[in-house]
């Protein structure tokens, strides 16, 4: 092979690479790292907007309970009362874990494995994902 079959050689996978990258899914994902935090982006933006609701929904819970707590020190709190304290602080147990294991390296993956095993893991609000 002469140097100018070589040079066109080159030149046409340099230009082959350069119009087909998006169609050739190796070419993409060539760095695997790039690949898995090109995913792990997308599934937590995924995420985040599917669960937008229930997460301002479990805020806004949360903030009922502190409204009961500070009414539990100057007078006795209904029987439902004290029902909705319990669950609502039974969900922010359960919430802790479950940001322990996403902060822990892989707890992303590692998160929805354990969500599918353990069902009753997730605060209640976040009960629709069972459906899902």
Do not use: W
Not at 8 to 31: C, I, M, P, Q, R
Not at 34 to 61: D, M
Request: charged share 25%; with cysteine; hydrophobic share 40%.
């Amino acid at each position: 092979l002469d140097e100018k079959g070589y040079l066109e050689g080159v030149l046409a996978v340099k230009t082959f690479l350069t119009e087909h990258s998006d169609e050739v899914a190796y070419l993409n994902y060539s760095n695997p790292v790039k690949h898995f935090y090109n995913q792990t982006t997308s599934t937590v933006s995924n995420l985040i907007s599917r669960n937008s609701k229930r997460l301002v929904r479990e805020i806004r819970e949360s903030r009922d309970l502190v409204i009961l707590l500070g009414q539990s020190t100057t007078r006795d709190l209904s029987k439902d009362e004290r029902k909705l304290v319990k669950n609502q602080l039974l969900d922010i147990c359960k919430s802790i874990p479950s940001l322990a294991v996403f902060l822990l390296p892989g707890g992303g993956l590692l998160l929805p494995i354990l969500v599918r095993l353990i069902p009753k893991m997730l605060p209640s609000a976040f009960n629709e994902n069972l459906e899902d």
